[in-house]
């Protein structure tokens, strides 16, 4: 099975520009995320897709691929849909977050075992959810699964909601899922997928992965058990630093 995976990168950014130049000790956040792929041992490539010619020189330098992209991309998404246009006989795409330095390799390995399984559309992670800070901040995008590891929906909001229990009681009665945001796609669903319009559910809790569920499309989660670190702004990135990750 051929896997590639595909790294997102975008210069412009409203909290955060430049993010994926930043540097890290001594190391930017692109080639940080690129190394860290690169150990994964289930991926064939990895790519770094940029709308940015700054980005393309800097990836070059450190010897990775990298491949120019549309800047009229609205998702990661979307850059991945257009590199894979690029690109022969793959069966799968992993989408990695280009803001994620300290991404574990193990997941995006655990992410493309679930290709595995031939009736797997699109794959991601989840993990428990085991603070109430965490289950009550509308930035920790929380996923409910079914038995068989079907995503059934994703939300801002706790769910499941807890009727008739104390909300500082609700990690007690249940196990809550945050949402790991790295995707795989089989290459035909991908193609697919990115030429979907925005939907409802998508629009009311600004996740695009909403915009699949409602068109019928399947995502398959695994349980991991390492913490997600995007960096979003550098407030982030001192937080993640002070906790001693480097």
């Known amino acids: ?38 150990k994964a041992t289930k991926l064939n490539r990895v790519i770094v897709a940029t709308d940015d010619q700054r980005i393309f020189d800097h990836v070059k330098e450190f010897r990775g691929e990298v491949m120019l992209t549309s800047e ?11 590199i894979l ?10 989408n990695i977050q280009g803001d994620e330095p300290f991404i574990e390799p193990e997941q995006i390995d655990q992410v493309a075992a679930l290709f595995l399984h031939g009736e797997t559309q ?5 993990k428990r959810i085991e603070n109430g800070q965490d289950l009550w901040s509308s930035s920790v995008v929380k996923a409910v699964k079914s038995e068989t590891g079907k995503a059934l929906y994703f939300s801002r909001a706790a769910i499941p909601f807890q009727k008739g229990v104390e909300q500082n009681d609700w990690l007690n009665q ?3 899922f945050k949402h ?30 909403l915009r699949w569920l409602e068109n019928g499309y399947e995502i398959q989660l695994a349980e991991t ?14 937080r993640i630093l002070a906790l001693g990750n480097l």
């Open 122 to 126: 699109i794959g991601s992670l989840v």
């Open 1 to 38: 099975m051929n896997i590639v995976g595909i790294i997102p990168a975008r210069y412009a950014s409203t909290r955060f520009p430049a993010k994926p130049l930043v540097g890290i000790a001594g190391k930017s956040m692109i080639q940080r995320v690129y190394e860290q792929a690169s």
């Open 174 to 176: 249940a196990t809550y």
């Open 72 to 82: 009229e991309h609205q998702t990661g998404t979307d850059r991945c849909a257009e």
């Open 180 to 209: 790991i945001g790295i995707y795989g796609y089989r290459a035909e669903v991908l193609k697919s997928i990115s030429k979907l319009s925005q939907t409802t559910l998508e629009k009311s809790e600004s996740l695009e992965q």
């Open 225 to 238: 058990e390492y913490e997600s670190h995007s960096i979003d702004t550098p407030e982030d990135l001192d």
């Open 85 to 94: 246009s690029k690109l022969a006989d793959v069966d799968v795409v992993i």
